[in-house]
């Protein structure tokens, strides 16, 4: 008898889903689009050669030097050289360039009596990710200044080019990136901003097909079809997508690791079986919130709250170190924040999995969570109440 249940309940759950577009744009469209659009986007790595403007009122030795050294940066790219402030702000308005550096007249003369004279820089922040290696460029640039007047002025006490090198840089630095020596934000960027967009997509599918039932009157229905169990109901309607999200998680990994080379230094049937936890955790997520507000509304609403926080709270567009203690718990009650974990863990870093001991057990928790207020959302079904 259970077997008949749990029968009717998938089927019937897999008819909705090919009886409505919206699951086959939302489930295999959007996320392989979007996947394919970030991964292509940034597969040369960072934004270089971005075209910058210089202002060079002085014309000195070490201006000229200055703007040698900017032209040789792989950040930026010296497109125009302009006689005055003016032309300059009316090239970055019509678009020709997207800054420029300004050097000031008697820049060496001041600098080298002693009057710390200023070197601006100008930076248009209408695009941000040109604008911040624009910014970078430039401040290293400022930087080197002043270790090219230091330098011309201990030149002209007498002092060795060795000796000037040892007073200007005592101690040498060398900077190796761990596990992605060539620096490439793809790896990093995408290894979490692409499972969040899977991830706000699973919440939302979800929680649609649980809200129709009550949108529609077909709630009632549903729980007898499946023997007024709500468990054999969930799991009869939310399996064939689950099969589903796990196909494209496991297609978009194929892409990450295989077509555009992620680093992946663990063995791949753990990315896999993580993977399919992030999907259940997902999917119980989404069963939590339609618990609490069962309501096609309030439940759909409340699920894409919880995914686009998800962006903003589990440390993908700012590092949680550098929020506030509150923000940053938030965090740890989406399911895409251990998912991010466990692959900065297993796939960049390839540690043992014992040490991702407690992201595993936390993304197997989500999906033990909202059995516990299953009760809710059969109480619903049985005595419905829509609040459109």
């Not at 710390?116 to 400022?142: D, L, Q, W």
């Not at 649609?208 to 729980?223: A, D, P, V």
Request: proline share 5%.
């Amino acid at each position: 008898m259970i077997k008949q249940y749990f029968r009717q309940a998938f089927k019937r759950g897999a008819v909705s889903l090919v009886r409505r577009q919206v699951f086959v744009w939302m489930m295999v469209v959007m996320p392989l689009l979007c996947a394919f659009f970030f991964f292509d986007l940034m597969h040369k790595g960072p934004v270089t050669r971005v075209p910058v403007g210089v202002v060079d009122l002085d014309n000195s030795s070490t201006s000229r030097a200055l703007t040698r050294n900017l032209g040789a940066m792989q950040n930026v790219e010296i497109k125009c050289h302009f006689a005055n402030f003016q032309e300059a702000c009316d090239a970055v308005q019509r678009g020709d360039v997207l800054g420029f550096i300004l050097m000031p007249a008697h820049l060496e003369e001041r600098a080298l009596s002693g009057n710390h004279p200023t070197i601006s820089y100008y930076v248009s922040y209408a695009y941000y990710t040109p604008a911040s290696m624009m910014y970078k460029g430039f401040k290293t640039i400022t930087v080197l200044a002043n270790g090219a007047i230091a330098t011309v002025a201990l030149r002209t006490l007498g002092m060795r080019s060795e000796a000037i090198s040892a007073t200007l840089q005592p101690v040498a630095t060398q900077v190796h990136p761990i596990n992605n020596p060539w620096v490439n934000y793809s790896y990093y960027l995408n290894s979490s901003f692409v499972p969040a967009l899977l991830a706000l997509l699973i919440l939302l599918v979800t929680a649609f097909s649980i809200g129709t039932e009550f949108k529609y009157g077909t709630c009632r229905q549903w729980l007898r079809s499946s023997g007024d169990s709500i468990t054999i109901a969930l799991t009869g309607k939310l399996l064939p997508q689950t099969c589903i999200w796990c196909a494209i998680g496991w297609f978009i990994q194929f892409m990450m690791y295989r077509i555009y080379q992620f680093p992946l230094n663990c063995h791949p049937v753990i990315m896999i079986v993580a993977m399919v936890l992030f999907v259940l955790a997902n999917q119980a997520w989404a069963i939590m919130a339609m618990c609490v507000t069962p309501n096609f509304r309030y439940g759909s609403t409340l699920c894409t709250l919880l995914g686009m926080l998800t962006f903003s709270f589990c440390g993908f567009s700012l590092p949680g170190e550098s929020m506030y203690n509150w923000v940053e718990a938030l965090g740890y009650v989406m399911p895409a924040k251990y998912y991010f974990l466990l692959s900065c863990d297993e796939a960049l870093n390839g540690l043992p999995l014992y040490y991702t001991r407690y992201n595993i057990a936390a993304l197997i928790g989500f999906t033990i969570l909202p059995w516990l207020l299953k009760w809710r959302l059969k109480n619903e079904c049985l005595h419905p109440v829509y609040v459109p």
